[in-house]
């Protein structure tokens, strides 16, 4: 009789068989961004997709976009040594939209 093997080494071989690991690993990207970045800069961004190697931040201002754009390696190396890949190539910081408005500014209703 074979052994028990864990539930994380079969569900990697699945994965690994239906093709997708790499677009999880995209995923992750997106929804770590919080945890990656810090309170600090989450509070004032948001990372919206992955398309080809390019993580979409949203960010509430041109002056936010600059910020970060100073801080595009370290965020790159942070995001990819937490995936244990390669997966994001570039950064790109694109201004406006739902959710980039300062929350202290809210009245309380949904747009």
Same mark, same amino acid.
């Given at each position: 009789?074979?052994?028990?093997? %864990?539930i994380s080494r079969i569900l990697k071989g699945?994965? &690994?068989?239906?093709?997708? /690991?790499?677009? !999880? /690993? &995209?995923?992750?990207a997106v929804v770590e961004w919080p945890e990656?970045?810090? %309170? +600090?800069?989450?509070?004032?961004?948001?990372? !919206? #997709?992955?398309?080809?190697? #390019? !993580?979409?931040? &949203?960010? %509430? =201002? /041109?002056?936010? /976009?600059?910020? *970060? =754009? *100073?801080?595009?390696?370290?965020?790159?190396? +942070?995001?990819?040594?937490? *995936?244990? =890949?390669?997966?994001?190539?570039? *950064?790109?910081?694109?201004?406006?939209? +739902?959710? =980039?408005?300062?929350p202290s500014d809210s009245d309380g209703r949904?747009?």
């Amino acid at each position: 009789m074979r052994g028990v093997e %864990p539930i994380s080494r079969i569900l990697k071989g699945v994965i &690994e068989d239906l093709g997708v /690991a790499g677009r !999880l /690993a &995209e995923q992750r990207a997106v929804v770590e961004w919080p945890e990656i970045v810090g %309170p +600090k800069v989450a509070e004032h961004s948001r990372a !919206l #997709r992955i398309e080809r190697g #390019r !993580l979409v931040v &949203e960010v %509430p =201002s /041109a002056v936010w /976009a600059q910020e *970060l =754009s *100073l801080m595009r390696r370290t965020i790159q190396q +942070k995001i990819n040594r937490r *995936l244990g =890949s390669r997966t994001v190539e570039t *950064l790109q910081f694109v201004v406006g939209g +739902k959710g =980039s408005h300062d929350p202290s500014d809210s009245d309380g209703r949904e747009d």
